[in-house]
């Protein structure tokens, strides 16, 4: 067991282990001494760091679109060594109008965002609490707190893994179990170039949809892009050496002063609903 010492080596848990912060992780857990398990859809991903590493890096395949072998997958990790830490860090952003997507582009949208994250962290959840506890970080982003059109799909996901986050969290603190957000800006890492466009339609091209479209292909990514996914690593990381980690962890500036404009909109919206809301009550 390693929660008795704050500075034992322990064994991570990472999805989306190949590329960008999902890597980055995965790089900085190692290097500090602990083990990792990282998850990939295909074997070769991690290959240089399995030279490094040696035992202490393992690579599952895992596909999680549709997640239907991540009970396979999770059993067989944990029948090998308990997992201390777990990062659900797999994702992607399907882009265009929300009419413009075809339903199975949503259902794949919402599983590798949302349900994906749901059945890994549910999982966990008996074996941390039977070891006495762990951590489970999900990787979110200004997304899950704000909205642009053209992402409705990536929203979905990204709100509703805030919220399971936010109950589960609740339900799990007295078994030493956290779980913290970590809502990342816009990061250098492979995320915009792996973006899916659907097919786009006329009647939104001259839209706020055409507009954002347009921008994001057109854009200069690296001036955009201003996150170091290697500071992220190590900032993930220490959070989860801390006793009582945040549930919200906001990482970038650009993602700090969004979410505080998305909030503070919110509360001035709601302010004047207040003798409405009341209004509602029943009367004798």
Do not use: C
């Given at each position: 067991m390693?929660?008795?010492?704050?500075?034992s080596?322990?064994?991570?848990?990472v999805?989306?282990?190949?590329?960008?912060?999902?890597?980055?992780?995965t790089e900085?857990?190692l290097?500090?001494?602990?083990?990792v398990?990282a998850?990939a859809?295909?074997?070769?991903?991690?290959?240089?760091?399995?030279k490094?590493?040696?035992d202490r890096?393992t690579?599952?395949v895992?596909?999680?679109?549709?997640?239907a072998?991540v009970?396979?997958?999770?059993?067989?990790?944990?029948?090998?060594?308990p997992v201390?830490?777990v990062?659900?860090?797999?994702?992607?952003a399907?882009?265009?109008?929300?009419?413009e997507?075809?339903p199975d582009?949503?259902?794949d949208?919402?599983e590798?965002?949302?349900?994906?994250p749901?059945?890994?962290?549910?999982?966990f959840?008996?074996?941390?609490r039977e070891q006495?506890?762990g951590r489970?970080?999900?990787?979110?982003s200004?997304?899950?707190?704000?909205t642009?059109?053209?992402?409705s799909g990536?929203h979905?996901?990204?709100?509703?893994?805030?919220?399971f986050?936010?109950s589960v969290?609740?339900?799990?603190v007295?078994?030493?179990?956290?779980?913290?957000l970590?809502?990342?800006?816009?990061?250098r890492?492979?995320?915009?170039?792996?973006?899916?466009?659907?097919?786009?339609?006329?009647?939104?091209?001259?839209?706020?949809?055409?507009?954002?479209?347009?921008?994001?292909?057109?854009a200069?990514?690296?001036?955009?892009l201003?996150?170091?996914?290697?500071?992220?690593?190590?900032?993930?990381?220490?959070?989860?050496?801390q006793?009582?980690?945040?549930?919200?962890?906001v990482l970038?500036?650009?993602?700090y002063?969004?979410i505080?404009?998305?909030?503070?909109?919110?509360?001035?919206a709601?302010a004047?609903?207040?003798?409405?809301?009341a209004s509602?009550?029943?009367?004798e």
């Amino acid at each position: 067991m390693t929660h008795g010492r704050d500075d034992s080596p322990r064994h991570w848990f990472v999805t989306g282990a190949t590329g960008g912060l999902g890597r980055n992780i995965t790089e900085y857990a190692l290097q500090q001494g602990d083990s990792v398990t990282a998850t990939a859809r295909r074997a070769d991903g991690l290959d240089d760091l399995r030279k490094r590493y040696g035992d202490r890096l393992t690579v599952e395949v895992l596909d999680l679109s549709p997640p239907a072998d991540v009970d396979t997958v999770i059993s067989r990790v944990l029948a090998a060594h308990p997992v201390d830490v777990v990062v659900n860090n797999a994702g992607y952003a399907l882009v265009g109008a929300a009419e413009e997507m075809s339903p199975d582009q949503i259902r794949d949208q919402i599983e590798v965002l949302l349900v994906a994250p749901m059945l890994i962290t549910r999982a966990f959840l008996k074996p941390m609490r039977e070891q006495g506890g762990g951590r489970i970080i999900q990787i979110s982003s200004l997304g899950g707190q704000t909205t642009v059109p053209t992402h409705s799909g990536y929203h979905a996901g990204k709100w509703g893994l805030e919220g399971f986050t936010e109950s589960v969290a609740q339900e799990v603190v007295d078994f030493g179990i956290h779980l913290t957000l970590v809502e990342i800006g816009a990061t250098r890492t492979s995320f915009l170039s792996g973006m899916r466009f659907v097919e786009a339609t006329p009647p939104y091209e001259s839209t706020a949809v055409g507009r954002l479209r347009r921008d994001m292909r057109d854009a200069d990514a690296g001036a955009l892009l201003t996150g170091d996914p290697r500071k992220i690593a190590e900032l993930v990381y220490a959070t989860t050496r801390q006793s009582d980690p945040p549930l919200r962890l906001v990482l970038g500036e650009d993602s700090y002063e969004a979410i505080r404009t998305a909030l503070t909109e919110r509360l001035a919206a709601l302010a004047p609903q207040k003798s409405v809301a009341a209004s509602v009550r029943f009367t004798e």
